[in-house]
């Protein structure tokens, strides 16, 4: 049988060189090989860095704790237009809000980003309709809206923090989603 590296190990593991960095540690030490193998894999990182995004599409909106038990929303995104050099079309990226660190901003943002995707009123997004949003079936997948970040100073600490304004895309511009994914270099949904 071939590993992933295309080796018949025959199913043998591969036993540690000596000298060679961890391998080399007694064997009652911690290896951070030893915690690989079990791990999960992180999908995100990637945020979006001020400029403008004339499209992004929503792959999927999120409502989780994190390991921290917070309350955190997070709306996966495909780029498929950008002005911002790290952020070209064709990459994704996360855009996270923190419910419970940030309670008097968080839910806010959140409304108004739903609202934009949606290309509703603030006042016609409540508790409800972000559930929805966020529920069984990912009802936003594939929604379009146009996001412009822009870098500020927090109140309290004066650290750079990065302003999503969302803004929506009207019904046709949603028609071309299709089109706009394909330019973009992305697979069909």
């Not at 791990?39 to 704790?65: H, I, R, T």
Request: net charge negative; proline share 7%.
């Amino acid at each position: 049988m071939n590993d992933i590296f295309g080796n018949n190990n025959q199913g043998q593991t591969q036993q540690p060189a000596q000298g060679q960095g961890y391998n080399d540690a007694p064997a009652n030490q911690d290896d951070p090989f030893d915690r690989i193998g079990g791990a999960n894999v992180s999908k995100g990182g990637v945020y979006p860095l001020p400029g403008v995004y004339p499209v992004v599409q929503v792959d999927k909106l999120v409502m989780k704790k994190n390991r921290n038990n917070e309350d955190i929303f997070i709306a996966e995104l495909d780029i498929l237009q950008s002005n911002v050099p790290e952020r070209v079309a064709g990459s994704s990226m996360s855009w996270i809000c923190n419910l419970t660190k940030h309670k008097d901003m968080a839910p806010g943002n959140v409304r108004g980003f739903i609202a934009a995707l949606m290309n509703v009123a603030t006042e016609q997004v409540g508790s409800n309709e972000a559930r929805i949003a966020c529920g069984p079936g990912n009802p936003c997948h594939g929604r379009l809206v146009r996001l412009e970040a822009v870098n500020i100073k927090t109140k309290n600490t004066g650290n750079d923090f990065t302003k999503c304004n969302w803004q929506p895309i009207a019904d046709d511009g949603q028609a071309q989603a299709a089109e706009l994914r394909a330019a973009a270099g992305f697979p069909p949904f």
